[in-house]
């Protein structure tokens, strides 16, 4: 690989990381970029830094990926050991050319997001009328 093909490629997954930030603070436009700020290419940790604000409506620790080979499991492991330290759920966001960006979470987690917007657009039942049980 040369030079630079490899800049090229941190390119890529910079201005990733910075289209991501930029559609969080789309999503919460009450948050400033000093919220919500991407991390520089090769630094430890979550990719997308937030401040306690940010936290408290965007509680997701952020590993991004641009790239045509991507080992989901690593990214997502490396998201799990990051989230852990900042005490923020794991999520994996990736791309690859010409193809949608994807999102991987844990089950549990996405189980417990359909629950709180469920809750949200019909109140405390499921969709059969059973009421949630506080879950």
């Not at 641009?66 to 330290?85: L, P, V, W, Y």
């Amino acid at each position: 690989m040369t030079a630079s093909s490899t800049r090229t490629k941190k390119a890529k997954g910079k201005s990733f990381q910075n289209d991501i930030r930029d559609e969080i603070l789309k999503l919460f436009p009450h948050l400033t970029t000093n919220d919500v700020y991407s991390t520089s290419m090769g630094s430890q940790g979550i990719d997308i830094k937030l401040s306690p604000e940010a936290r408290k409506v965007f509680p997701y620790a952020v590993e991004c990926k641009r790239s045509e080979s991507i080992n989901i499991n690593k990214a997502f492991e490396q998201s799990k050991t990051n989230g852990d330290k900042e005490g923020l759920i794991p999520i994996v966001v990736s791309k690859q050319n010409y193809k949608d960006s994807l999102v991987t979470l844990e089950w549990e987690v996405f189980k417990e997001m359909l629950k709180r917007l469920y809750r949200v657009e019909f109140g405390n039942t499921d969709c059969y009328g059973v009421e949630l049980n506080g879950t």
